[in-house]
């Protein structure tokens, strides 16, 4: 940060001197980068104002909320979410690779270290809220809807302790203070996760039962309404019973969904795959984060794109993530029939790879992404070689080719981050209906089967994906959930959750952190050769969940529980 002017030293010392000399309170002055509570708890404007702010937290670690304050999750960032998985590794680092070598401990988290202490701070802001709303000065209707949308977000923030770490502290209503007892247990006492999934869906029920069905002229886009609360209802029913958590039935996550597609407001959007996360409002959006010109977030097309275009490269796609994509034939690659060939390895994929991931040959920005050796200006020896990918691949999705790459400050950064769509529902519907009933089973209450729920995704427009055949197997429509959510929902903030909740990361995040080496011949045919990109991926057993920052347990005065192993 630049200034025109610096005070001299010695001249704020000598000037305190001299008001010390006139008055000797001069201290007990009103601070003028917050709002008082007074002004919070008199002014209905100001208290509407807090109570939208708490879709947003506080920036706690370098290189967060660039453009904007984080919201939900960490989004759009320099390094995303994706890039603790395998599906990207981050370019530049940027506190990841120690995720990714399972090197992460509870005083340093990398990455992931700020997910404890903003949403505890933020369901201790929805809590103050929701202690002041009774005595605000607005109509019963609307205190109504306040009060789903203040239990909503603190549910949300649940959400978040309780997917990384497992059982959270549940405050209730409490605003706590830092006068609090500090020997009071109730304060760190760790709830097992079914309470603490419990706790979040009677909040969630409850926060339904108040929202609108839909934002509106008074209920603005990217506020949370009765199918957010149902979305993330059914999100958790579905942790719930998996694996890892075992905390509930796969019944009630069937539900769970089925309320959501119950609304009958929500579809698969038919304007193109691309399109989808690039448009405010949708069909298939049930909650977003908007961004508007005074409030961007990273300018994603800089931030990932290749280095012939003057991009930094980012988060950079993995072979382990490309060769997950099936064949338009719906047949993985590993299948002698699938017609893949090893010497045009990106021909005739699924669509949605080409959707999501830049590959050497792919169009872009009316030229083609050359990412081979030699003099690939996407390769090593293109121009600013520091940002040339390490995985052989770039970042597709999500970018709008409308924005300026270069110098885009101000004029990219629009995207909207979709926190719920309609086609995780009906994956959360399709997976939890073939545990509890199987493939083809319709259940009660219901007009779909896992199968056609997966074939509603599959059939979209511009993707028409080949539909699943009846008569798969309970483990054969596991094993097609599976891959519908790894790679219709890559980059989302799913994958890192999906590996844990079914207790295969000890698999899926020990493999290397692949990537390819293409070497152009003197004939214009390439050889991928497969290679490293990022030494060292590790994971173990402890790191299903977790670690609770150190400096928590030691604020506790030690009596927060860790978790197992750390």
Not at 159 to 184: C, E, F, P, S
Not at 450 to 470: D, E, H, K, Q, V
Not at 515 to 530: D, H, L
């Amino acid at each position: 940060m630049k200034f025109k002017y610096r005070t001299p030293l010695y001249f704020v010392i000598g000037s305190m001197l001299s008001m010390t000399a006139c008055k000797k309170d001069f201290l007990n002055v009103k601070p003028t980068d917050r709002i008082a509570t007074s002004a919070i708890e008199s002014d209905t404007a100001v208290y509407e104002a807090f109570v939208t702010n708490r879709y947003i937290g506080e920036r706690l670690q370098d290189k967060e909320g660039d453009g904007s304050n984080p919201g939900f999750g960490r989004g759009f960032e320099y390094s995303m979410w994706s890039s603790l998985t395998d599906e990207s590794i981050y370019n530049n680092d940027d506190a990841t690779w120690l995720v990714q070598r399972g090197q992460l401990a509870p005083e340093n988290l990398g990455g992931a270290g700020v997910l404890w202490g903003r949403s505890y701070r933020s369901i201790r802001e929805c809590n103050y809220a929701l202690s002041i709303l009774p005595k605000m000065p607005l109509s019963p209707a609307h205190k109504t809807r306040i009060e789903g949308e203040l239990k909503f977000i603190r549910a949300f923030r649940y959400q978040d302790i309780i997917r990384n770490y497992g059982g959270a502290v549940l405050v209730g209503d409490k605003v706590t203070n830092l006068t609090d007892n500090l020997q009071d247990p109730a304060l760190f006492k760790r709830a097992s996760i079914k309470e603490s999934i419990d706790y979040a869906v009677a909040q969630l029920d409850d926060a339904a039962s108040k929202l609108p069905l839909n934002n509106d002229g008074t209920w603005l886009l990217g506020r949370a309404t009765k199918g957010a609360a149902l979305a993330l209802k059914s999100r958790l029913l579905l942790y719930a019973a998996s694996p890892l958590y075992n905390a509930g039935t796969w019944a009630n996550a069937v539900t769970a969904a089925q309320a959501v597609i119950g609304l009958n407001i929500y579809g698969i959007y038919t304007g193109g795959y691309n399109n989808l996360f690039l448009i405010n409002q949708t069909n298939e959006t049930i909650f977003a984060r908007l961004y508007t010109k005074n409030a961007n977030h990273t300018h994603l097309e800089i931030a990932n794109g290749p280095n012939g275009y003057g991009g930094w490269a980012g988060n950079t796609p993995l072979q382990n993530l490309v060769d997950d994509y099936e064949m338009d034939n719906g047949k993985p690659i590993t299948d002698p029939t699938s017609g893949y060939d090893p010497t045009h390895p990106y021909t005739n994929r699924d669509p949605r790879f080409a959707a999501t991931v830049l590959y050497n040959g792919a169009t872009y920005r009316g030229q083609t992404i050359d990412a081979f050796i030699p003099g690939g200006k996407d390769s090593k020896d293109g121009p600013d070689n520091w940002n040339t990918t390490k995985t052989g691949y770039y970042l597709k999705k999500f970018m709008n080719d409308a924005y300026p790459l270069q110098n885009p400050w101000g004029n990219a950064g629009f995207q909207p981050w979709i926190y719920f769509r309609y086609a995780e529902i009906l994956l959360n519907f399709a997976e939890a209906a073939n545990e509890a009933y199987g493939p083809d089973a319709v259940p009660a209450g219901s007009t779909l089967s896992a199968r056609t729920a997966i074939n509603m995704i599959r059939s979209r427009p511009g993707i028409n994906m080949p539909a699943l055949a009846t008569g798969l197997s309970q483990s054969q429509m596991r094993d097609a959930v599976r891959y519908e959510r790894r790679v219709e929902l890559a980059f989302e903030e799913h994958r890192f959750y999906d590996v844990r909740r079914w207790k295969i990361a000890d698999v899926t995040e020990n493999k290397p952190a692949g990537g390819v080496i293409i070497t152009k011949n003197a004939n214009g045919s390439f050889i991928y050769t497969p290679k490293v990109a990022l030494d060292g991926r590790s994971f173990a057993p402890k790191h299903y969940w977790l670690p609770i920052p150190r400096a928590e347990i030691q604020a506790s005065g030690g009596q927060l529980q860790q978790n197992a192993g750390y």
